[in-house]
């Protein structure tokens, strides 16, 4: 029998797409999935180090009260497990440090990137050096976008992918940097696995709507340099089986949905390379 690659998905403070993330890492082929919410996490309840694949789900961390995620952000560099005296961030750390996978989507990237845990470029997971921001337009988008896989990237995530389409779902996902070195080496480094793109996965798009937000180069998703930490705005969790695509009883579509594929190279990863 194949080894049991083990998930977890955090859950609490305003997340609430815990249990499609879940569902997909099941779909995917992993043998335990649990979703723990954060506060087992630091009270020393729950280990992050019994789990292969740590996932932040979608939401609306605090409300987006303070920005996407950054009170979410702050509460895991500072706040302490009880049972080590260390702050959450340092668990994250030797968590990927023992070769585990890292996926955040939406608020879940957001979270991420204002840790420093994106682009890590360097192998810096201490210093922010980019964010996601309000979309040009000023408005909440829900809508379907392409995605133009960059292969050079080292994103173990979207290993042999082309182009993947998925749904957006938010107001504050426009990715930026304030250092243009900074963008320049994302870009040298293929650490922008995913760029929003325009239908035939060719040219990327910096126009709304096939761009919903005006990020910078296009830029959908984030990887740090190993490959392992990946986040992304669209929501994968969200087109897992073809009728969760928006033309499913007009079009001819694969059984399996192409968010999954994401999760599919998680697990196949981790059972290949880490177990």
Known sequence: MPADVKAIVVSGNGTNCEREVAN?????????????????????????????????????????????????????RYAEVKTSGKPFIEEILRFVENGNLVMGVCNGFQLMVKMGLLPGLGHD???????????????????????KVDQKSPCVFTRGLTGIYLPVRHGEGKFVVEDPQVLAQIENEHLAPLKYSDAAYI???????????????????????????????????????????????????????????????????????VL
């Open 125 to 147: 997971y201490h210093t922010q050096s980019a964010t996601l921001t309000v979309n040009d337009n000023g408005r909440f988008e829900d809508r379907w976008v392409y995605l």
């Open 203 to 273: 040219a990327p798009a910096r126009e709304f709507p096939l761009n919903p937000n005006g990020s910078m180069n296009s830029i959908a998703a984030i990887s740090d340099p190993s490959g392992r930490l990946f986040g992304l705005m669209p929501h994968p969790e969200a087109y897992l089986h073809r009728t969760h695509h928006p033309r499913w009883t007009r079009e001819t579509l694969p059984e399996e949905g192409m968010g999954l594929w994401l999760y599919k190279n998680a697990i196949d990863f981790i059972r290949n390379e």
């Open 24 to 76: 997909a890492c099941r779909l995917a082929g992993a043998g335990t999935v649990d979703i723990v919410h954060l506060s087992r996490l630091l009270s020393g309840e729950v280990s992050l180090h019994d789990y292969h694949f740590l996932n932040f789900a979608g939401g609306f961390l605090d409300g987006d009260d303070l920005g996407s995620a950054k009170a979410g952000a702050n509460r895991l």
